[in-house]
């Protein structure tokens, strides 16, 4: 139990938060629970509860980055985790905020280059976040959205190190939001495909 925290305040730093009750109908205990939830959205559940008997494991997970990446002072990434990496597809989990909701629908692109810097795979769509497709202009301010998508891969790809990026546009016009530092496009690292 040396890694056990009872408060919000105490369980913050964390990034990945089990939230353990045999309580769960507890009035408290669920205020904590979306108290925590704001920062750290549910990522999965476990257990049972009912009036009888009820033990609830619940994992909670914050962003990735401390601080945004802001796309055009209007779209705040808050980090990607590569979830898995294999000959027919990366996937990955991308972090969202919003502090005001666009006004318009932007593009988020997912890109996989070589290294020559020329593009072999993307994926370009709006946020899905639980399996519900949303436009940026229905993003709620203050509440962080995680976009999965599994990133296809040619069949023909060879192993190798590849760089991913990640964009945001305006898909009617094609212009891209700029980032603090003049780029219109986010390193996310380097995946190695096997």
């Known amino acids: 139990r040396d890694g056990w925290v009872y408060t919000v305040d105490d369980a913050q730093p964390y990034r990945r938060v089990w939230f353990i009750t045999t309580d769960w109908f507890n009035e408290a205990n669920q205020a904590t629970f979306r108290t925590l939830e704001q920062t750290h959205p549910l990522q999965a559940v476990y257990g049972n509860c ?115 990026a990640l964009i945001v546009y305006d898909w009617q016009t094609g212009d891209l939001l700029r980032l603090a530092d003049g780029g219109d496009s986010l390193d996310l690292g380097t995946v190695t495909l096997p």
């Open 50 to 164: 009912n009036p009888q008997w009820c033990l609830l494991l619940q994992l909670l997970e914050a962003p990735p980055e401390e601080q945004p990446a802001l796309f055009g002072q209007e779209m705040a990434f808050w980090g990607a985790d590569i979830d898995s990496v294999s000959r027919e597809a990366i996937q990955t989990r991308l972090w969202w905020r919003v502090e005001h909701t666009p006004a318009l629908n932007y593009s988020i692109g997912l890109h996989l280059l070589n290294s020559d810097g020329a593009l072999v795979a993307q994926l370009d769509r709006n946020i899905v976040h639980y399996g519900q497709a949303l436009e940026t202009s229905q993003l709620e301010p203050g509440r962080i959205y995680i976009d999965s998508r599994a990133l296809p891969l040619p069949d023909n790809l060879p192993p190798g190190d590849y760089r991913l």
